[in-house]
Nanobody, 123 residues
Framework: QVQLVESGGGLVQAGGSLRLSCASS????????LGWFRQAPGKEREFVAV????????YYGDSVKGRFTISRDNAKNTVYLQMNSLKPEDTAVYYC????????????????WGQGTQVTVSS
């Protein structure tokens, strides 16, 4: 069982930066592929980024490429999302996710979800 708890959300002006964290319980954290999704009001949940167990593979959604960076620290059971050059359209609830399969995670069907953290970007 994996429990995920996000933190780091908040209000930021356009052009600013935020770093989200997602801490996990469980002794098998390093075996999981981790990712971030987001959901804006009235919109479907959107894939943001994924990172494999070693951190050697990362992949991003088109809307965040070049601005966001996903990373992980297996010793701290934590995955991060560094968000730079934020835009108002990045406003959403951001969710951390975990699965043993990268395909399942990027397909939007991970086994585990966090509760979400709100990110609001003002213009």
């Amino acid at each position: 069982q994996v429990q995920l708890v996000e933190s780091g959300g908040g209000l930021v002006q356009a052009g600013g930066s935020l770093r989200l964290s997602c801490a996990s319980s469980g002794r098998t954290f390093s075996f999981y592929v981790l990712g971030w999704f987001r959901q804006a009001p009235g919109k479907e949940r959107e894939f943001v980024a994924v990172i494999d167990w070693s951190g050697g593979f990362t992949y991003y959604g088109d809307s965040v490429k070049g601005r966001f960076t996903i990373s992980r620290d297996n010793a701290k059971n934590t995955v991060y999302l560094q968000m730079n050059s934020l835009k108002p359209e990045d406003t959403a609830v951001y969710y951390c996710a975990a699965d043993r399969s990268r395909r399942e995670l990027t397909g939007g069907q991970p086994d585990y979800w966090g509760q979400g953290t709100q990110v609001t970007v003002s213009s």
